[in-house]
């Protein structure tokens, strides 16, 4: 059993090694590509939405609605959390 752990760290460390720079060249493409922008922002929006509106009814208020992000800062926000989950994604998958 104690063998198996340095294993273990080194296939982590193996994942993260090949996956971001996976996630970096979608950064790249996401501000060449329309399509890919356009998916991130919706990513961005939608994370926002969720974050507020759990902070709204943790809170203890009842949720209205919110304000959607700017669009270079939706997009940021989507492509930080869609590179995020590839690097979750491929360390699961792995």
Same mark, same amino acid.
């Given at each position: 059993?104690?063998? /198996? #752990?340095?294993?273990?760290?080194?296939?982590? #460390?193996? +994942?993260?090694?090949? =996956?971001?720079?996976? /996630? =970096?060249? #979608?950064? %790249?493409?996401?501000?060449?590509?329309? @399509? #890919?922008?356009?998916?991130?922002?919706?990513? @961005? !929006? &939608?994370?926002?939405?969720?974050?507020?509106? &759990?902070? +709204?009814? /943790?809170? &203890?208020?009842?949720?209205? &609605? +919110?304000?959607?992000?700017?669009?270079?800062? /939706?997009?940021? !926000? @989507?492509? =930080?959390?869609?590179?995020?989950? %590839?690097? %979750? @994604?491929? =360390?699961?998958? +792995?």
């Amino acid at each position: 059993m104690a063998a /198996a #752990l340095p294993l273990l760290k080194l296939s982590t #460390l193996f +994942v993260k090694t090949i =996956s971001k720079p996976l /996630a =970096s060249r #979608l950064k %790249v493409e996401a501000s060449k590509r329309e @399509g #890919l922008r356009k998916f991130c922002q919706s990513i @961005g !929006d &939608g994370v926002h939405y969720i974050y507020a509106r &759990g902070n +709204v009814i /943790a809170s &203890g208020y009842k949720f209205v &609605g +919110v304000k959607p992000l700017p669009e270079e800062q /939706a997009v940021s !926000d @989507g492509i =930080s959390t869609l590179s995020e989950t %590839v690097i %979750v @994604g491929f =360390s699961a998958f +792995v």
